[in-house]
């Protein structure tokens, strides 16, 4: 069993396709939010595509559930096949609890008390661009960071990641060179 996780991509179609080489074999990828729109804030990237970012997503053969973020405007949404839900998402995949929220509605302690509300055993969320795992009062809090506008630093070098759950336990990884920032092992 394999879930990608995946966050504030703003339609950086190269981003977003250096993500999927990790998710080829996943069951399922979750998205929490800013999926298309490019925030004028945020400086312009190289590789922003919104029709191509949504052609892929759209012909994706992996099953991918969307929460809503405070860049995903409507007009954006009609692209997609795929349903963007607002502003949760809650799934099970291999009896594995998930809940996914962008984020920017919500404490820290207020996504620890939705997710012990829902039993969940992972609470996924965006919008900082840092990545995040750590685990507190069973619920483990996973923010993938971003593929593309990565507020991470490493020697002063912006680091973009996603995330990955497994059976095993969930790890977020750098996606310059594939090595793993975080890591927590499943509780047993």
Known sequence: MKIGVISDTHGNIEAFKSALSYFNDADMIVHAGDVLYHPPRMGFTEGYDIPTFAETLNSLSIPMIIAQGNCDAQVYE????????????????????????????????????????????YFISGHTHLPVLERVDGVTLMNPGSPSLAKLEIGGKPIPSIGLITETGAKVINLIDGSTLFELNAEA
């Open 78 to 121: 009609e692209l997609l096949s795929t349903p963007v839900q607002s502003p949760y998402a809650y799934v099970c995949c291999n009896g594995i609890r998930v809940v996914i929220s962008h984020g920017h509605l919500l404490t820290r302690e207020g996504m620890i008390e939705l997710g012990k509300k829902y039993k969940a055993d």
